[in-house]
């Protein structure tokens, strides 16, 4: 299968960093321009009215300007082409020039209106002291001026385990405590009993450590300012849990005191368990 | 974590109102103007070829005018680019401009595609009597030219109730009789029973005055129109329940007497409710 | 509530006719170009260089041109602005115009683009022979080069009965045979059998004939081109009932005699019933 | 039916191969501008400031540019119409230049921005040994930069059987023992039992020769790239059925030894069964 199908150019322009996209569009106007500066050039210099006969730089860089005011159909005029070849060379830059920046379009507006779910996960999944046992939780928060409805976790966790003397993964779904929100506009913190349901029930912190985790994170929302369904994920690796550790609050009164504020630079922020998290098991 | 990444220009710019928007689309428009303007002066006003030479306000003028009309591709041509350096910046303006308006018109589609589901609420929602007890009623319609089909309404409340001393915040979820529509096209009376099973259930009338009470509503529907899923959200505080109203029709005989046509200024329109408001408990 | 908050300017023109849509385009361009055309012929002839002074009507011809010139960007340059406020307002004409594409732009696009169902449904829907008893049927079928999935139709019979000596009008959701299709791209004959859970059951052609009934169906498909749902909605109301009759095979052997093919134009046909339809009811 | 009204031409254009859409595109602007360039050499070539005086063929040509010119907005101005009519005409055709750029751009858009499931399925299903008995399998696997989610898979067999001595089409609905996938980012091998609640139990390798089968296979995921809804057809043919042989793995370790690669030109390989496929039915 030839890599050129293999590769959406579209899926790659999309997912492009802004500051990348943009050179590269500067990039392709500058070298299509220098094409056809060539072609003109090459037809003959003479079969454009308005360029001062001089050394062979500048009228390059004469020629290339007209190319380039052809190509964005700014067309001053100073100079024009006269001859057929020239006129009809022209004639085909300006329409590729159009086609180009209706493509252009597209793609800005590719980039601006693809629906993306601006979710930050706290760093870290803490085992925590939880009810008369513990639990695994993770903090999550949508970070831009949209607005999630009707959002929806799913977890799965993949682990290593030796079965039979072989190294083998193995997948389990996960449930949360509460996996579904209505609304979602403040942090919303996913909590997993570890209770006699759950693979990693009676987990001990070594074996939190040494044991090969990964837990995988699946969100799934309603964005209202796109209108439209949005997904995120993420995942957790051993190193990424931490024993016997509660998240602190996010929430804090703002400075007239009279207004609860969600501070996002806390999501991670936890202290030590005030209680030993009791291991499930016995 | 950056404000820029925590901020949508692009969710901004389509929530943005239009006179507003379409005004800092001018400003920008003027003000790049103004600083290629500005560099074009620097380079020198000898590098344009057909600007008259006097006063240096005139001539920055001038030189404005060839700006904007290169930025917009315009190019009349009796102002025009001789030397490299000009030639070169009206090149990349020219690339500017066009892309300028390709972000434009992404953003424009934007805002016009963009689906909402265009839902006026009542003012109000009233404790009206109902059956053999009494109900939490309020009205909703669609006020423009889409359809709505499929619309389904969920409604949660939030309480603040005393517990322990403490004042704590409550949240339930409403039934209503009626929460989901095939075709919403006309008026829509959402009622939830304040029988056994409501939170609400033997409120008085001074209870729905003094608790504080936050009724939310989250309507979702198909729009036929955008054939997309729109949401609208809605709700009503303490100080928008009104006791022992019921709402009066929206439905009138038209000029001829021969069709119904839907009032919407009546959304709100209620009366006393010509029998007591009975409270379920007794 | 002012009239233009209720109309969505957008939703309507997006419903517009092609040819009505395009003409709108048009008179909207003569109209900003007349209007401009004034501010320029007002400020005064004498600062756009290169009209000739001649009588009114032909200046003004000329000053109209100017401004088309510029709404659209073309602008050859023969008559171009020299005072400062004709530059000054072909600079906002210029930026007009672009913005103005732009919109027609996301117009264009957006009634391109627009997800419709595109369905034929039958003229008539009809009272048939069906297993012992008789049954609803009416026809539809996709007829553009679209493809349809996962298919659903729902029924809604409302039906002006008396009650009490009141007439009031009854809604009944009507169960069909097949209400869902993993693809749908031939002919659909939906079939609502009139038995005992009917509540046109035991109707007779008189009935059928002289009962105010009006059938509503809603289909919802994924529509694959799209790639978005998309809605139909149809209704037959009395005088489109047809007793005893029989839907004709719309399926014909192409001329090879090999294939098989749809002929659409056949969607509506059918014969008499060839047994008589048995009322259910005793 | 009138044959335009059954013909999209939007969803051809979008369907269409990028080469044969740029070709008509090119073809389109060359005629546009061949029928403009027919008017202005009509209403008189003398109407055109800056055309000399030659032969016909050069003086239509050079109306040609002139027409190009003005379509693409470029207006260079060494040609430029006087007369009222050719003002007219080419004031008419820069607008049409300019809507006929903003359907491009929507076309262009619609094309890329078009969610497509890029699903590769392999060349044959197989029937290989599985647990006690068979299983009819094969495999897809997505090949494009995309990222799918929540996919799930239906599969419809066609089978024509002999009923009382006449041959009719007759659809199962087969399950498959992973029918769901949470994520859908490497290869996925569909399962389907031949046990005893499947219509092919108990087949034999000359019945699967023999019997004219179609498996039909519809798959529908959530790409988050486009945020969207996407869909994939597929379907095997009795000679596309392989008996008794097994998929070979397609995953292989990378050149450092260290990663797992998905070889998707091994989405078809399989070899030989190792023991025979047991027929379940005895």
Redesign the interface.
């Known amino acids: 299968?030839p890599l050129l199908?293999?590769?959406?150019w579209?899926?790659?322009m999309?997912?492009m960093k802004s500051s990348k996209f943009?050179l590269l569009?500067?990039i392709i106007?500058v070298s299509v321009?220098l094409v056809f500066a060539g072609i003109y050039y090459m037809i003959g210099v003479e079969h454009l009215?308005g360029i001062e006969r001089s050394h062979n730089l500048?009228e390059f860089?004469?020629v290339f300007?007209f190319s380039?005011?052809?190509f964005?159909?700014?067309?001053?005029?100073?100079i024009?082409?006269?001859g057929?070849m020239t006129?009809?060379v022209?004639?085909f830059e300006?329409?590729l020039?159009?086609?180009s920046?209706?493509?252009?379009?597209?793609?800005?507006?590719?980039r601006?209106?693809?629906?993306?779910a601006?979710i930050?996960f706290s760093e870290q999944a803490l085992v925590s002291p939880y009810k008369e046992g513990a639990a695994l939780m993770f903090r999550m928060a949508p970070?831009?001026?949209?607005l999630l409805?009707?959002a929806e976790v799913?977890l799965?966790l993949a682990m290593r385990v030796d079965e039979n003397g072989k190294q083998v993964n193995r997948f389990f779904t996960l449930p949360a405590e509460i996996d579904r929100l209505?609304?979602f506009s403040l942090s919303w913190t996913i909590v997993h009993a570890l209770n006699e349901s759950s693979p990693l029930y009676g987990f001990s912190e070594e074996e939190f450590t040494y044991t090969e985790l990964e837990l995988?994170i699946?969100v799934?929302a309603?964005d209202?300012?796109?209108?439209?369904?949005?997904?995120a994920?993420w995942s957790y690796v051993t190193q990424e849990f931490k024993w016997g550790a509660r998240f602190s609050p996010m929430f804090f009164p703002d400075e007239s005191g009279r207004h609860t504020v969600l501070d996002?630079?806390q999501l991670n922020s936890h202290s030590a368990a005030d209680i030993p998290v009791q291991r499930n098991a016995g």
Chains 1, 2, 3, 4 share one sequence.
């Open positions: 299968m199908q293999r590769y959406s579209y899926h790659t999309l997912g943009l569009l500067l106007y321009n009215a500048k860089s004469e300007f380039t005011q052809t964005t159909t700014v067309g001053y005029g100073r024009s082409p006269t057929f006129s009809a022209s004639t300006a329409f020039g159009l086609l920046f209706a493509i252009a379009t597209g793609l800005f507006y590719g601006f209106s693809r629906p993306q601006f930050k970070y831009k001026n949209n409805s009707e799913k799965t209505n609304s995988m699946f799934k309603f209202e300012v796109f209108s439209n369904t949005v997904v994920r996002l630079s």
